[in-house]
């Protein structure tokens, strides 16, 4: 069983979260073939085109996400939300590079819409992914450090049953054991908003992100969207 949530308390606390997720099993992950690859670099032009000299925060997806930093006692400059990196990184070096079909796609579609999209590696998932508040005893290990290190106390994690802690800073940084590889055929697929409006937002990137994992990586899929209306979705 693999599965996605907003614990009561998040979405009490932030009613405007809305959380596209995609449950994905038998997947076949690989290099991006070439017409991807193409398609890829191809959004990084247009995107890039398109912000031209806009500061990112005035964009109002990023800048809703820069509140939310904000209200969870996080630095928006020092820990930037994973859609406001991802730009940052295609406006200020020029490209972002090719990992694998799944990443890439996940890739294009979070600078299309400027919305934060996690592909998690569900092997070693425990249950259901969860957003709430961390109490200080979950397990974190990320995916560019060696040491396991615990969440701070009431920071916003994505959370296993079993207290192994995916993602840290709500959207900021991944954990090791949840990166995407070629070897990943199960997958938990997130994209989230913060702003008013932001499920229109969703609902289109949800579209064209199904579009793309089934010409792609072929597989099994399950699709929904969560938030105050509907805490959960999962796949028994």
């Known amino acids: 069983m693999i599965g996605f949530a907003y614990h009561p ?5 932030f009613p405007d979260v809305c959380g596209g997720v995609i449950l994905v099993q038998r997947a076949v992950n690989m290099k991006s073939p070439e017409n991807l690859t193409k398609a890829y670099f191809n959004e990084q032009r247009v995107v890039k085109d398109r912000i031209g000299d806009t500061p990112l925060s005035e964009i109002e997806s990023l800048s809703a996400w820069r509140g939310i930093f904000r209200a969870i006692g996080v630095d928006p ?12 990184r295609l406006v200020k070096k020029g490209d972002i590079p090719s990992i694998n079909s799944l990443v890439d796609i996940c890739n294009l579609i979070s600078i299309r819409y400027a919305l934060p999209v ?19 005893s979950e397990s974190f290990l990320a995916h560019d450090q060696d040491e396991v290190e615990p969440p701070e106390r009431g920071e916003v994690i994505f959370c296993d049953d079993a207290g192994l802690v995916f993602a840290r800073r709500w959207c900021w940084k991944q954990s090791r054991q949840s990166v995407v590889t070629d070897e990943t055929t199960v997958a938990v697929i997130t994209i989230e908003s913060q702003h008013p409006g932001g499920r ?12 793309l994992m089934q010409r ?5 899929y399950q699709r929904g969207v969560v938030g105050i209306d509907r805490l959960e979705i999962r796949n028994e």
Do not use: C
């Open 216 to 220: 792609y990586l072929g597989g099994t």
């Open 9 to 13: 308390e998040i979405v009490r606390r």
């Open 118 to 136: 996690a592909a998690f590696d569900a092997q070693k998932l425990r249950g259901v992914i969860t957003v709430r508040f961390a109490d200080g």
């Open 77 to 88: 400059t020092k820990y930037r939300s994973a859609a406001e990196a991802l730009l940052r």
């Open 200 to 211: 229109q937002s969703i609902n289109n990137a949800l579209n064209d992100l199904s579009e």
